[in-house]
């Protein structure tokens, strides 16, 4: 039976494609870090191993009976460019260093980047794979980089690239807190109305993961996953809202507020230590109107498509939060 190494497992999205490889028949060995919590690996029929993703023989020591690699791992929040470096790109170099002295052995080596690694759509139009890319924050550059050095070894190991749009779903704490705000009704719009971008829930994400790591068509590939239909910031809020069974009110918060905020968010940060969730650069994201994408290239490659509707979604993860007593 083939054999996956998942980095990034304890995650929201890593737990989720772990739980869609084993119903796969796949068995799973998950990296985790001394400080990564298990609770959503517990009871799982999966291998845990403490790997250093800065050291590549541990990394190939760990790595050395798996058929299918699944790069998750990265860092999302920071409060300097060179720790999005470390984070995104040196610790893909050390993975793929590592694959590289398997790559007899390993079917297929999947890097799980992220919409804003292609920058955003000046003119609405979802973007495409053959687009140029223009990502503009730290972290779109460091997870395009991070693509970038992947590719240059597509003619030893065979890669596969994945750009989701902002995920959602049940175990996601970053979106949680627009549901916990959203029992009072109140709608927060950051900066203006009508920005658009394209979603994706993380079951439909695990499952278009692992059927491009088993198309042979994915190998050098690079592929935008998300709902076919982009959403409206406002109109995600306004969901959630109705599915608690409550009127929406609209508050927007102007970008000169949310640039206060984010100069407070750093102040915060480096007296605490803390990663900044809102600074300075997840403003420029938050400042781009159109982060929309297609998936037809997934779609005509491997036959992915989105199968959760935006509402459906959206009310079961809402019943997965009450259900774990989130809300």
């Known amino acids: 039976m083939d054999r996956a190494f998942v980095t990034g497992a304890t995650g929201f999205v890593g737990s989720t494609l772990v739980d869609d490889l084993l119903r796969k028949g796949i068995k799973v060995k998950c990296a985790v870090r001394k400080t990564s919590s298990l609770r959503w690996l517990e009871g799982k029929d999966v291998e845990t191993d403490l790997v250093d993703l800065m050291d590549p023989d ?7 009976d798996c058929r299918y690699v699944f790069h998750l791992a990265g860092t999302l929040f920071a409060g300097s460019e060179k720790e999005y470096i470390e984070g995104n790109i040196r610790s893909t170099a050390h993975m793929v260093e590592a694959a590289l002295r398997h790559r007899k052995s390993i079917k297929r080596f999947v890097y799980v980047s992220t919409i804003i690694a292609a920058g955003a759509s000046s003119t609405g ?88 790591a088993l198309s042979g068509k994915a190998a050098g590939e690079v592929y935008f996953m998300a709902h076919q239909k982009p959403m409206r910031q406002e109109e995600f809020g306004e969901t959630v809202i109705r599915a608690m069974g409550k009127r929406p009110f609209d508050v927007v918060i102007p970008y000169f507020l949310l640039k206060i905020a984010s100069s407070l968010s750093e102040m915060y940060s480096r007296i605490s230590g803390s990663k900044p969730i809102l600074n300075h650069q997840k403003l420029l994201e938050l400042k781009e109107p159109f982060i929309v994408c297609s998936s037809e290239k997934a779609k005509r490659d491997f036959g992915f498509e989105a199968s959760i509707p935006l509402d459906e979604g959206i009310r079961s993860t809402l019943q997965w939060y009450r259900e774990n007593n989130w809300l």
């Open 125 to 212: 139009k979802p973007m495409t794979e053959s687009d140029d890319c223009t990502p503009f924050s730290w972290y779109g550059k460091s997870k395009f980089e991070a693509e970038k050095y992947i590719l240059g070894f597509k003619d030893k190991l065979p890669v596969t690239i994945i750009r989701p749009g902002a995920v959602y779903g049940p175990r996601d704490y970053a979106m949680f807190a627009s549901f916990k705000l959203s029992r009072t009704g109140i709608n927060i719009i950051l900066g203006e109305r009508n920005k658009v971008g394209s979603v994706i829930h993380v079951q439909d994400l695990a499952v278009g993961i692992s059927a491009a």
């Open 58 to 64: 541990d990394i190939a020591r760990s790595m050395e």
